[in-house]
């Protein structure tokens, strides 16, 4: 089958051709249809990502979307044929979505919504997972509590199911992000705020009366984090990281008596623990979908399945010319 193919860290792309994987017991094997491309996918290529343990060479691609073409022995809820999406491999020796087929963990898996085109498909699974695992796994959102959120790059990847996933579930939602965004931010739900412009001393006081916010998820990592700690609420104050992988002082979370949870969103990938919880919450991000409480903002530019289409995809992540999730596109479902 045709792959595209990582064989040496911060060398070119490959095309190749290798030999199609087979369903084991407890996999599914999905012809792709689209693969969802992650800034994280340009740090392994380059080799800046070690926590992700690639291994050479390695076939990336970490987003999923497509159809079913066997299931493996002790595989029940799967037939051929039908539509699914996930985050399934491109990590940890685990070959990704870069390929005309993936045998992947069955349990990693959802159905698509009807509705749902497998470029969206294929755009949301790490950033949906990302987002759930913040608010509802770390931060225990839903449950039934008036909450302030604050999210931190309300347009970005992470942040844009973060602000949704937050309206959805009844808060009232906060998002930082630049003069230009603004139009974005408050289409989803949630109240501006420009970072450039305005302090977090301001903004805590002037949308919370100085209270600061029941849950902060910070999305931009390093200062952000740093400034994530002083705007949480005193005493029931909570901050969540998907980035907070730098040195911080932690006294103003401290003297705030607010808690801290970092999310780390490849360890059931890589540790095999927590893998059926990701299929789970692929079914939460199709529910939410289909009830038109969730969109994906989309790159329009469309790239192949070859070297050269998905050196490009990299590259527009790369100098900041995406604008939206993109998405490679493999076949046609």
């Given amino acids: 089958m045709q792959a595209v193919v990582l064989t040496n860290f911060g060398a070119p792309l490959a095309d190749q051709r290798i030999e199609p994987p087979v369903a084991g017991p407890g996999q599914v094997l999905v012809r792709v249809c689209a693969s969802g491309v992650n800034p994280l996918d340009t740090k392994i290529a380059a080799g800046k990502a070690d926590h992700a343990q690639a291994r050479l060479p390695a076939v990336l691609g970490i987003d999923l979307a497509g159809v079913v073409d066997s299931v493996g022995a002790g595989v029940d809820g799967y037939a051929a044929g039908d539509r699914v999406y996930g985050m399934t491999g491109g990590i940890g020796g685990v070959p990704g979505s870069l390929a005309e087929y993936a045998a992947v963990d069955a349990r990693l898996l959802a159905h698509m919504p009807p509705s749902m085109t497998m470029r969206e498909a294929a755009a949301l699974p790490l950033i949906f997972i990302t987002a759930w695992e913040g608010l509802v796994d770390r931060a225990h959102l839903g449950n039934g509590a008036s909450r302030t ?6 347009a970005g990847g992470v942040g844009h199911m973060a602000v949704q996933l937050a309206a959805a579930l009844g808060a009232t939602v906060y998002a930082t992000g630049s003069a230009g965004q603004r139009e974005v931010i408050e289409a989803m739900g949630a109240t501006f705020i420009d970072y450039r412009a305005t302090g977090v001393e301001e903004y805590v006081r002037r949308y919370t009366d100085g209270e ?10 390093g200062a952000t ?6 705007a949480a609420r005193a005493y029931h104050g909570h901050v969540v990281s998907c980035l907070g992988w730098g040195t911080h002082a932690l006294a103003p979370l401290s003297f705030r008596a607010a808690t801290y949870s970092g999310v780390f969103t490849l360890l059931p990938l890589l540790s095999g623990r927590g893998r059926a919880h990701h299929g789970e919450i692929m079914k939460e991000a199709g529910a939410l979908y289909a009830a038109g409480k969730l969109k994906v903002m989309l790159d329009p530019a469309v790239y192949a399945l070859d070297a050269a289409g998905v050196g490009a995809a990299h590259a527009a992540l790369i100098d900041g010319t995406a604008r939206g999730k993109v998405v490679v596109e493999v076949a046609k479902a």
Avoid at 149 to 154: A, M, Y
Avoid at 225 to 230: H, I, N, V
């Fill in 149 to 154: 959120v604050l999210v931190h790059g309300g």
């Fill in 212 to 221: 600061g916010f029941d849950i902060v998820y910070d999305t931009v990592g």
């Fill in 225 to 230: 984090l740093d400034a994530s700690f002083r």
